[in-house]
């Protein structure tokens, strides 16, 4: 599998836009980027994903380079709710298992 | 609602003695899977299962067992749990098909064998 690379901690204030990156330099032509979210105590969140363009939903944005080599998922404004660590994770169709290869993630901390 | 359950929630056995993890989801789900969640290691695969009576390894299968028998329902089964058993289990499924759909995850049930 492709690997993911994100900084393994980062703080922002709460009602602040929030950039999470994740370098993905050996992408291939057919891999899904998807984020995940696991807050405290409980399973990975489903966050948002994209393939080459830009990305909304109502939890977050997904900012796609144009080379495809790096990602920068965006929460528009940041609650206290968000604190949890964020996994940029690569997925590939094939007709198999759709196992989630999660990182070390990064852990977001909201600053009240 | 739609979601996916584990039962127990937390769980403190003895080495050697039978047990059994529930899971069970109201989405008409085919994929299902088990992972285990160690500090420092991340979230690893166990097993998984794309339809009914259809499960393979996944990527510590050790010491496991799985089946399923009905589309909504994934047990996990340790026939002889052993302290390095001892983690933090969760449950996910998905409309499956390969379609990269996104998985959903139980609320997680912690396992100590001693």
């Known amino acids: 599998d492709a690997k993911t690379t994100q900084p393994n901690s980062m703080e922002s204030n709460e009602e602040e836009p929030v950039h999470l990156p994740c370098n993905h330099s050996?992408?291939?032509?057919?891999?899904?980027i998807h984020w995940y979210r696991q807050l405290p105590s409980q399973g990975p969140e489903y966050v948002i994903h994209g393939l080459t363009s830009n990305v909304n939903n109502r939890m977050a944005s997904l900012a796609i380079a144009e080379d495809r080599k790096s990602s920068t998922l965006i929460l528009h404004r940041a609650t206290l709710r968000d604190a949890a660590v964020y996994y940029c994770i690569l997925r590939v169709s094939n007709f198999g298992n759709e196992k989630l290869t999660f990182g070390t993630g990064t852990r977001l901390t909201i600053i009240p | 609602e739609a979601q996916v359950t584990q039962n127990p929630r937390y769980l403190i056995t003895v080495t050697g003695k039978k047990l059994t993890v529930t899971c069970s989801q109201n989405m008409n789900h085919e994929y299902m899977s088990w992972y285990r969640q160690d500090p420092g290691l991340g979230l690893r695969q166990i097993y998984y299962s794309m339809n009914v009576e259809v499960t393979d390894k996944g990527d510590v299968p050790e010491g496991y067992k799985v089946s399923r028998k009905e589309k909504r329902n994934f047990p996990l089964i340790l026939e002889s749990p052993s302290p390095n058993q001892t983690s933090l289990y969760f449950c996910?499924?998905?409309?499956?098909?390969?379609?990269?759909?996104?998985?959903?995850f139980g609320p997680g049930t912690r396992l100590t064998v001693t």
């Open positions: 050996t992408i291939s032509g057919t891999d899904y």
């Open positions: 996910a499924s998905s409309l499956g098909r390969n379609r990269l759909y996104e998985q959903y």
